[in-house]
């Protein structure tokens, strides 16, 4: 079975451009979450989704930063404009109801 | 919010030793803790977790204990093999919102 995927699993671009990171759930799964990992602040929640609908988007860090699920087996995390302090690996992770989090091998951004 | 925890950050073993790793949290209504191990360029990956109504749960050479009462629960490891060697994330909260652990790096040595 496969797992969830992320894409591009890196990406360097210039301050200033936009950032689209995109993630394909594990099919029927219901839940699908973005996370943000650095070495400062670890691993932290920014949205999650249940049944496509965001359900709290309290740890999305500012207007920049948005996300979107149009269907069952998509998701986008966009960052416009993106900034350096945004370069950090994103992960997707999603799970079916009250079961665990499966997580992506992550997006490493770079932004110079 | 919940606070989570995670101590000690670096550990060091011999192949064969027991690893302990503990962690606390803040909030009395998390009631889900997962553990989670992170392999150099990939993604954490769910090793074992436990609910807040059972107190240890294990599997083969992996255990996890909770302490409702202090808030705390540990995630230990014995036998250890060099393939072990990760970085180990607790987790507390629910299934829909967790808060994690800095981590803890441990290096089993052959």
């Known amino acids: 079975d496969a797992g969830v995927i992320q894409s591009p699993r890196h990406e360097v671009t210039e301050m200033g451009q936009e950032v689209t990171l995109r993630c394909k759930p594990i099919?029927?799964?219901?839940?699908l979450f973005w996370y943000r990992q650095t070495m400062m602040r670890g691993l932290e929640l920014l949205i999650y989704?249940?049944?496509?609908?965001?359900?709290?988007d309290s740890g999305m860090p500012e207007d920049r930063f948005s996300a979107k699920m149009p269907n069952a087996s998509f998701s986008t995390l966009k960052i416009q404009p993106s900034e350096p302090r945004d370069s950090a690996v994103y992960f997707c992770?999603?799970?079916?109801?009250?079961?665990?989090?499966?997580f992506g091998d992550g997006t490493r951004l770079s932004i110079l | 919010g919940e606070n989570v925890e995670q101590h000690p950050s670096t550990l060091s073993v011999q192949e064969g030793d027991s690893a302990v790793i503990k962690c606390t949290y803040s909030?009395?209504?998390?009631?889900?803790f997962p553990w989670y191990k992170q392999e150099l360029g990939k993604g954490p990956q769910l090793i074992i977790d436990?609910?807040?109504?059972?107190g240890e749960k294990k599997d083969q050479r992996i255990a996890v204990t909770l302490n409702k009462t202090a808030k705390h629960f540990s995630l230990h490891i014995t036998e250890t093999q060099p393939e072990d060697s990760a970085v180990y994330f607790c987790?507390?909260?629910?299934?829909?919102?967790?808060?994690f652990g800095k981590g803890t790096l441990l290096t089993v040595n052959p």
């Open positions: 992770a999603s799970s079916s109801t009250n079961q665990p989090q499966h």
């Open positions: 099919s029927g799964h219901n839940s």
């Open positions: 989704f249940n049944n496509n609908v965001p359900i709290d």
């Open positions: 909030d009395s209504a998390s009631n889900y």
């Open positions: 436990i609910r807040s109504n059972v």
């Open positions: 987790a507390g909260g629910s299934n829909y919102k967790l808060t």
